[in-house]
C-alpha cells in the first residue's frame, strides 16, 4: 500500500478486506482512503474474491493488464465498471501519481511490476517476477526505494517436502526469485545507481522454503543493502517507509508499507 496526498493506492489485495482492515489500525488510514487499487497478476494470493463486494461498494478503480481481466471478471461481473484495464503505457490511477508497468514471465499470464512515480519519489514495486529479464535494470532506474521478491531459499526448496512438479514451477523461470536472483539483481541495480534508494524492501518470502534469519544475514553481507533493509512479513504489517534525510527535498512524497 503507498500513502500519497491524493490517497491511498493499494498493490494488490490478497488478504481479505477485514483483515486489510484490521492491519490498517493504527496507522491514521482507512480502507475508505484506498482511491485505486493495482493488480500484479491474479493468483489468490494477490486477488482475494473477498474484496468484490468492497471494490464495488467505494466504487475503487481497478486497475489490471487487459489479458486479466477476463479472469477477474468470470464469476463477478459486477466488478466490470471499476476495471481499467492497461497494456504497456503508464498510467495515473490517482491524481499526481504515475503508475509505469513493467511484464514478468510468471506463469502462464504472466504478472506486472510497477515503477511508481509522484510527488517528488519513485518507487519499484516487483514481485512474482520467474527471472529477471535484461530490461528490467533499464526500467528500475533512479528509485528511492526498491521493493523485490526474495522468495525462497535454494537449499530449502531442495530439502522440502514439496512435489517436484511445485518445485520445478516455482524454480523454472517462470516461478520465483530466489534469495540469490534477488541480491544479485540488487546489487546490479545499485551499481548503475547514481544515488543510493532510501529503503530495500524484500517481498514474498517463502514461509515453508525460506527464512528470515538466513535472508537478513545473506542481504548484509553487502552493507549498502544492510544500512537499507526491510523484510516484508506475511502476518504483520510493516512501518511507513518514506524519505530519508540525504539532501533537502521540497515538497510532499509516496510513502509505501507493505
Known amino acids: 500500500m503507498l500513502r500519497s496526498p491524493a ?3 493499494l498493490i494488490d489485495a490478497g488478504i481479505g478486506p477485514r483483515t ?8 491514521g488510514v482507512h480502507p475508505n ?13 494477490h486477488f482475494s474474491p473477498s474484496w468484490v463486494s468492497t ?34 503505457a503508464a498510467f495515473s490511477p490517482i491524481h499526481g501519481i504515475t503508475c509505469d508497468p513493467i511484464s514478468f514471465a510468471h506463469d502462464h499470464l504472466g504478472s506486472h511490476g510497477f515503477v511508481v512515480d509522484g510527488f517528488g519519489y519513485r518507487i519499484g514495486y516487483a514481485t512474482d517476477l520467474g527471472h ?25 526448496q531442495a ?16 516461478g520465483h526469485l530466489s534469495n540469490l536472483q534477488a541480491l544479485a539483481a540488487i546489487r546490479k541495480l545499485l551499481d548503475r545507481a547514481r544515488q543510493l534508494p532510501d529503503h530495500i524492501v524484500l517481498l514474498h518470502r517463502s514461509q515453508e522454503c525460506n527464512c528470515p534469519n538466513l535472508v537478513r544475514r545473506l542481504f548484509s ?19 511507513w517507509l518514506g524519505r530519508q534525510i540525504r539532501e533537502p527535498h521540497l515538497g510532499e512524497q509516496l510513502r509505501l508499507p507493505l
Not at 479472469?71 to 466488478?79: D, V
Not at 529479464?133 to 537449499?155: K, M
Not at 553481507?221 to 512501518?239: G, M
Open 221 to 239: 553481507t553487502d552493507q549498502r543493502i544492510a544500512a537499507r533493509l526491510t523484510l516484508a512479513q506475511q502476518y504483520e504489517r510493516s512501518p
Open 132 to 156: 529477471v529479464p535484461s530490461y528490467f535494470f533499464d526500467r528500475f532506474r533512479n528509485l528511492d526505494c526498491i521493493a523485490l521478491e526474495s522468495n525462497y531459499d535454494p537449499q530449502m
Open 159 to 174: 530439502d522440502s517436502g514439496r512435489p517436484w512438479f511445485l518445485k520445478r514451477r516455482i524454480t523454472g523461470g517462470r
Open 7 to 9: 490517497g491511498l493506492l
Open 55 to 88: 471494490l464495488c461498494r467505494l466504487k475503487i478503480p481497478i486497475y489490471c493488464h487487459a489479458n486479466k481481466v477476463d479472469g477477474l471478471t468470470a464469476g463477478s461481473p459486477e466488478l466490470v465498471p471499476h476495471i481499467r484495464p492497461f497494456n504497456d
Open 33 to 45: 482512503d484506498i482511491a485505486a487499487l493495482c493488480l500484479t497478476h491474479l493468483d489468490s494470493d
Open 20 to 27: 486489510f482492515a484490521r492491519r490498517l489500525e493504527g496507522t
